[in-house]
T-cell receptor, first 111, second 113 residues
Framework: GENVEQHPSTLSVQEGDSAVIKCTYS??????FPWYKQELGKGPQLIID?????GEKKDQRIAVTLNKTAKHFSLHITETQPEDSAVYFC??????????FGQGTELSVKP | DAGVIQSPRHEVTEMGQEVTLRCKPI?????LFWYRQTMMRGLELLIY????????DSGMPEDRFSAKMPNASFSTLKIQPSEPRDSAVYFC???????????FGPGTRLTVT
Protein backbone atom coordinates (compact mmCIF):
# COMPACT_ATOMS: atom_id res chain seq x y z
CA GLY A 1 0.00 0.00 0.00
CA GLU A 2 0.88 3.68 -0.11
CA ASN A 3 3.58 4.81 2.32
CA VAL A 4 3.52 8.54 3.09
CA GLU A 5 6.11 10.52 5.00
CA GLN A 6 6.09 14.20 5.89
CA HIS A 7 9.04 16.33 6.93
CA PRO A 8 9.59 18.10 9.19
CA SER A 9 7.22 17.02 11.95
CA THR A 10 7.46 20.45 13.59
CA LEU A 11 8.44 23.79 12.09
CA SER A 12 8.84 27.13 13.80
CA VAL A 13 9.27 30.34 11.78
CA GLN A 14 9.16 34.07 12.37
CA GLU A 15 6.22 36.01 11.00
CA GLY A 16 6.97 37.04 7.44
CA ASP A 17 9.35 34.16 6.75
CA SER A 18 8.61 31.31 4.34
CA ALA A 19 7.75 27.74 5.35
CA VAL A 20 8.21 24.58 3.29
CA ILE A 21 6.83 21.13 4.12
CA LYS A 22 7.75 18.09 2.06
CA CYS A 23 5.76 14.92 1.49
CA THR A 24 7.13 11.72 -0.04
CA TYR A 25 4.95 8.86 -1.21
CA SER A 26 5.61 5.38 -2.54
CA UNK A 27 2.79 4.50 -4.94
CA UNK A 28 3.60 5.65 -8.47
CA UNK A 29 -0.11 5.32 -9.35
CA UNK A 30 -0.96 8.29 -7.11
CA UNK A 31 -2.64 10.96 -9.21
CA UNK A 32 -3.98 13.59 -6.82
CA PHE A 33 -1.97 15.49 -4.20
CA PRO A 34 -3.79 17.69 -1.68
CA TRP A 35 -2.68 19.57 1.41
CA TYR A 36 -4.94 20.00 4.43
CA LYS A 37 -4.76 22.44 7.33
CA GLN A 38 -6.12 21.49 10.73
CA GLU A 39 -6.66 24.11 13.39
CA LEU A 40 -7.13 23.17 17.02
CA GLY A 41 -10.51 21.60 17.68
CA LYS A 42 -11.53 21.52 14.02
CA GLY A 43 -11.56 19.06 11.16
CA PRO A 44 -8.92 19.18 8.42
CA GLN A 45 -9.61 21.70 5.68
CA LEU A 46 -8.38 21.45 2.09
CA ILE A 47 -6.13 24.42 1.30
CA ILE A 48 -4.56 23.51 -2.02
CA ASP A 49 -4.24 20.52 -4.32
CA UNK A 50 -2.50 19.51 -7.51
CA UNK A 51 -3.12 16.82 -10.06
CA UNK A 52 -0.50 14.63 -11.67
CA UNK A 53 -0.37 16.46 -14.99
CA UNK A 54 0.71 19.74 -13.38
CA GLY A 55 4.07 20.64 -11.80
CA GLU A 56 3.11 23.67 -9.72
CA LYS A 57 0.02 25.48 -8.51
CA LYS A 58 -0.23 28.74 -6.64
CA ASP A 59 -2.99 30.40 -4.64
CA GLN A 60 -1.99 33.74 -3.12
CA ARG A 61 0.58 32.97 -0.39
CA ILE A 62 0.48 29.20 -0.74
CA ALA A 63 1.82 26.97 -3.48
CA VAL A 64 2.28 23.28 -4.10
CA THR A 65 5.00 21.74 -6.27
CA LEU A 66 5.02 18.18 -7.54
CA ASN A 67 7.90 15.97 -8.65
CA LYS A 68 6.34 12.74 -9.88
CA THR A 69 9.65 11.22 -10.88
CA ALA A 70 11.03 11.55 -7.37
CA LYS A 71 7.60 10.91 -5.80
CA HIS A 72 7.37 13.95 -3.63
CA PHE A 73 5.38 17.13 -3.40
CA SER A 74 5.81 20.19 -1.23
CA LEU A 75 3.74 22.92 0.37
CA HIS A 76 5.18 26.42 0.28
CA ILE A 77 3.81 29.24 2.42
CA THR A 78 5.26 32.72 1.90
CA GLU A 79 4.94 35.77 4.15
CA THR A 80 3.74 33.63 7.02
CA GLN A 81 1.26 35.06 9.52
CA PRO A 82 0.31 33.92 13.03
CA GLU A 83 -2.99 32.56 11.68
CA ASP A 84 -1.00 30.10 9.56
CA SER A 85 -0.12 28.28 12.79
CA ALA A 86 -1.77 24.86 12.54
CA VAL A 87 -1.06 21.24 11.68
CA TYR A 88 -0.63 20.55 7.97
CA PHE A 89 -1.23 17.18 6.33
CA CYS A 90 -0.38 15.87 2.91
CA UNK A 91 -2.74 13.18 1.59
CA UNK A 92 -1.86 11.63 -1.77
CA UNK A 93 -4.49 9.52 -3.52
CA UNK A 94 -3.17 6.16 -4.76
CA UNK A 95 -6.31 5.39 -6.74
CA UNK A 96 -9.95 4.77 -6.01
CA UNK A 97 -11.61 7.22 -3.67
CA UNK A 98 -9.39 7.26 -0.63
CA UNK A 99 -6.59 9.55 0.52
CA UNK A 100 -3.60 8.42 2.58
CA PHE A 101 -2.76 11.06 5.19
CA GLY A 102 0.77 11.81 6.36
CA GLN A 103 1.57 12.16 10.05
CA GLY A 104 1.27 15.93 9.97
CA THR A 105 3.56 18.93 10.42
CA GLU A 106 2.95 21.32 13.27
CA LEU A 107 3.72 24.83 12.05
CA SER A 108 4.22 27.61 14.55
CA VAL A 109 4.50 31.22 13.34
CA LYS A 110 5.95 33.52 15.97
CA PRO A 111 4.93 37.18 15.86
CA ASP B 1 -24.54 24.71 2.44
CA ALA B 2 -24.07 23.85 6.11
CA GLY B 3 -21.15 21.57 5.42
CA VAL B 4 -20.73 18.10 6.89
CA ILE B 5 -22.69 17.74 10.11
CA GLN B 6 -21.68 15.37 12.89
CA SER B 7 -23.38 14.52 16.14
CA PRO B 8 -22.80 14.40 18.97
CA ARG B 9 -19.78 16.72 19.22
CA HIS B 10 -18.69 15.12 22.47
CA GLU B 11 -19.49 11.72 23.90
CA VAL B 12 -18.39 10.30 27.22
CA THR B 13 -19.34 6.72 27.95
CA GLU B 14 -18.34 3.81 30.10
CA MET B 15 -16.49 0.77 28.86
CA GLY B 16 -18.88 -1.84 27.50
CA GLN B 17 -21.54 0.61 26.38
CA GLU B 18 -22.72 1.01 22.81
CA VAL B 19 -21.78 4.25 21.05
CA THR B 20 -23.37 5.60 17.87
CA LEU B 21 -21.85 8.47 15.94
CA ARG B 22 -23.84 10.22 13.23
CA CYS B 23 -22.98 12.05 10.05
CA LYS B 24 -24.86 14.05 7.44
CA PRO B 25 -22.74 14.62 4.32
CA ILE B 26 -22.92 17.60 2.00
CA UNK B 27 -25.88 17.28 -0.33
CA UNK B 28 -24.92 15.87 -3.71
CA UNK B 29 -21.66 14.29 -2.59
CA UNK B 30 -21.25 10.68 -3.65
CA UNK B 31 -18.50 9.62 -1.26
CA LEU B 32 -18.55 9.42 2.53
CA PHE B 33 -15.55 8.65 4.72
CA TRP B 34 -15.11 7.84 8.40
CA TYR B 35 -11.75 8.63 10.03
CA ARG B 36 -10.30 8.27 13.51
CA GLN B 37 -7.62 10.63 14.85
CA THR B 38 -5.34 9.97 17.81
CA MET B 39 -1.97 11.35 18.81
CA MET B 40 -0.36 7.95 18.49
CA ARG B 41 -1.79 6.81 15.16
CA GLY B 42 -2.61 10.08 13.44
CA LEU B 43 -5.54 10.27 11.01
CA GLU B 44 -6.72 6.79 9.99
CA LEU B 45 -9.34 5.94 7.40
CA LEU B 46 -11.81 3.44 8.85
CA ILE B 47 -14.26 2.94 5.99
CA TYR B 48 -15.65 4.72 2.97
CA UNK B 49 -18.84 4.54 0.95
CA UNK B 50 -19.65 5.37 -2.66
CA UNK B 51 -23.32 5.95 -3.44
CA UNK B 52 -24.24 4.45 -0.04
CA UNK B 53 -22.29 1.22 -0.72
CA UNK B 54 -19.27 0.34 1.46
CA UNK B 55 -16.21 0.19 -0.78
CA UNK B 56 -13.29 -0.32 1.59
CA ASP B 57 -13.60 -1.26 5.26
CA SER B 58 -10.05 -2.51 5.67
CA GLY B 59 -9.37 0.20 8.26
CA MET B 60 -12.12 -0.89 10.64
CA PRO B 61 -10.15 -2.08 13.65
CA GLU B 62 -12.30 -5.05 14.64
CA ASP B 63 -15.77 -6.50 14.69
CA ARG B 64 -16.83 -4.14 17.47
CA PHE B 65 -16.96 -1.41 14.82
CA SER B 66 -19.69 -1.21 12.20
CA ALA B 67 -20.83 1.50 9.79
CA LYS B 68 -23.97 1.96 7.76
CA MET B 69 -25.25 4.37 5.19
CA PRO B 70 -28.98 3.77 4.74
CA ASN B 71 -29.41 6.72 2.39
CA ALA B 72 -27.45 9.49 0.70
CA SER B 73 -27.89 11.94 3.55
CA PHE B 74 -27.08 9.88 6.64
CA SER B 75 -24.42 7.54 7.99
CA THR B 76 -23.66 5.99 11.37
CA LEU B 77 -20.57 4.54 12.96
CA LYS B 78 -21.31 2.19 15.83
CA ILE B 79 -18.97 0.77 18.45
CA GLN B 80 -20.31 -2.11 20.52
CA PRO B 81 -18.99 -2.75 23.11
CA SER B 82 -16.78 0.31 23.54
CA GLU B 83 -13.32 0.12 25.14
CA PRO B 84 -11.01 2.83 26.56
CA ARG B 85 -8.65 2.43 23.58
CA ASP B 86 -11.48 3.62 21.31
CA SER B 87 -11.12 7.11 22.78
CA ALA B 88 -10.32 9.41 19.88
CA VAL B 89 -11.77 12.10 17.64
CA TYR B 90 -13.90 10.59 14.88
CA PHE B 91 -14.34 12.56 11.69
CA CYS B 92 -16.75 12.15 8.85
CA UNK B 93 -15.93 13.60 5.43
CA UNK B 94 -17.73 13.73 2.11
CA UNK B 95 -16.54 14.20 -1.45
CA UNK B 96 -18.15 14.94 -4.79
CA UNK B 97 -17.76 12.29 -7.47
CA UNK B 98 -14.40 12.30 -9.23
CA UNK B 99 -12.88 15.32 -7.53
CA UNK B 100 -10.87 13.77 -4.72
CA UNK B 101 -11.58 16.82 -2.54
CA UNK B 102 -12.79 15.78 0.87
CA UNK B 103 -14.77 18.07 3.16
CA PHE B 104 -14.53 17.24 6.83
CA GLY B 105 -17.04 17.66 9.60
CA PRO B 106 -16.12 19.13 12.99
CA GLY B 107 -15.60 15.70 14.53
CA THR B 108 -16.93 13.80 17.53
CA ARG B 109 -14.63 13.57 20.53
CA LEU B 110 -15.23 10.17 22.14
CA THR B 111 -14.03 9.37 25.64
CA VAL B 112 -14.50 5.85 26.96
CA THR B 113 -13.82 5.48 30.69
Amino acid sequence: GENVEQHPSTLSVQEGDSAVIKCTYSDSASNYFPWYKQELGKGPQLIIDIRSNVGEKKDQRIAVTLNKTAKHFSLHITETQPEDSAVYFCAPRPGGGKLIFGQGTELSVKP
Amino acid sequence: DAGVIQSPRHEVTEMGQEVTLRCKPISGHDYLFWYRQTMMRGLELLIYFNNNVPIDDSGMPEDRFSAKMPNASFSTLKIQPSEPRDSAVYFCASSPRGSGEQYFGPGTRLTVT
